[in-house]
Structures are given as C-alpha cells and as structure tokens.
Nanobody
Framework: QVQLVESGGGLVQAGGSLRLSCAAS????????MGWYRQAPGKQRELVAT???????NYAGSVKGRFTISRDNAKNTVYLQMNSLKPEDTAVYYC???????????????WGQGTQVTVSS
C-alpha cells in the first residue's frame, strides 16, 4: 500500500509564500513523476506543476515564475515553493504520484488527501 502525506498548507496574505511537502511511503520501487494539482470551489482540478524522476519540470502558465517544484528521489518527496501568492491561488492542493512501481509488481497512480491553501487580499 502506498500513501501520500501532504503538509504545509495554510492561510497567507497576498504576496506571501508557502512551501508544500508531499512524502510518499510504502513498498515503493520507483516513481515516474510527482506533481501538484489544485481545485478551487466550483472549479475542476487543474495541474499546477509536475517533475519527473530525472528532474524535468512542467508548470501551469498561471504559476510560472512564482512557484518552484522540486523533488528528493531518495525520500520519495516532492515540494512546491509558492511565492508571490495571489488570492486566485486559493484552493485545495493535491499531491500526485504517477506510475508508482511497488515491490509487489504493481504500477498505479496515487493521490494525497489534499491541503488547503488560502490567500487573503
């Protein structure tokens, strides 16, 4: 069984910063890509940023230049540094682990439980 545990969300004023962390645990052999998605009230879940095991990154246009995704492969942990936060960044942020290969020979995707980020104006 694989679990993703997120931390670091909270309330911050516009212009402030937050750092999210997501640690994957369980019988993991490898993880292809890890990433962050977000869902605001009444909206669909959208991609924020992803990073492959090799370090290639992809960002949504709305966060490019403000957010930085990084990853510690040895710890199966992904981070999201969020700077210059705006009220429109308010959402529940979900961690994703794509194509997780376990010692049981299973290949699956996993999601964290979500962490709330609220940016006040």
């Amino acid at each position: 069984q694989v679990q993703l545990v997120e931390s670091g969300g909270g309330l911050v004023q516009a212009g402030g910063s937050l750092r999210l962390s997501c640690a994957a645990s369980g019988s993991i052999v490898s993880i292809n890509a890890m990433g962050w998605y977000r869902q605001a009230p009444g909206k669909q879940r959208e991609l924020v940023a992803t990073i492959t095991s090799g370090g290639s990154t992809n960002y949504a246009g709305s966060v490019k230049g403000r957010f930085t995704i990084s990853r510690d492969n040895a710890k199966n942990t992904v981070y999201l540094q969020m700077n210059s936060l705006k009220p429109e960044d308010t959402a529940v942020y979900y961690c994703n682990a794509d194509r997780v290969y376990t010692i049981l020979g299973k290949l699956s995707d996993y999601w964290g439980q979500g962490t709330q980020v609220t940016v006040s104006s």
